[in-house]
């Protein structure tokens, strides 16, 4: 059985940071590309960073680019999302997922096949 599991969520200040974790089991996550994910309350699904299965290619969603930094560990089948700088704009459920995308691009969440549970992170004094 495939799982993803994001950990690292929660309630964090205006201008702070937390840095999420996307554990796998039951699959070669080395074998796979993973994005992050976001959603906010009312509003759809977006694509926030994605990194390609080697980790050597990278791809940010412009609202994140300079803040948020994407990496993988493949011996230890984790993805982590470094998240620095936060706004309140950045809330929502954070999900990861793994998959072979037609191209490295944060818009294409469709073509991802494994998906986490997702976490909460909320930003606000």
């Known amino acids: 059985q495939f799982e993803l599991v994001e950990s690292g969520g929660g309630l964090v200040q205006p201008g702070g940071s937390l840095r999420l974790s996307c554990a796998a089991s039951?699959?070669?996550?080395?074998?796979?590309?993973v994005g992050w994910f976001r959603q906010a309350p009312g509003k759809e699904r977006e694509g926030v960073a994605c990194?390609?299965?080697?980790?050597?290619?990278?791809n940010y969603a412009d609202s994140v680019s300079g803040r948020f930094t994407i990496s993988r560990d493949n011996h230890k089948r984790t993805v982590f999302l470094q998240m620095n700088s936060l706004k309140p704009e950045d809330t929502g459920v954070y999900y990861c997922?793994?998959?072979?995308?037609?191209?490295?691009?944060?818009?294409?969440?469709?073509?991802?096949?494994?998906w986490g549970q997702g976490t909460q992170v909320t930003v606000s004094s």
């Open positions: 997922a793994a998959g072979w995308p037609s191209k490295l691009r944060v818009d294409l969440h469709a073509e991802y096949d494994y």
């Open positions: 039951g699959l070669i996550l080395e074998e796979y590309a």
């Open positions: 990194i390609s299965s080697s980790g050597g290619s990278t």
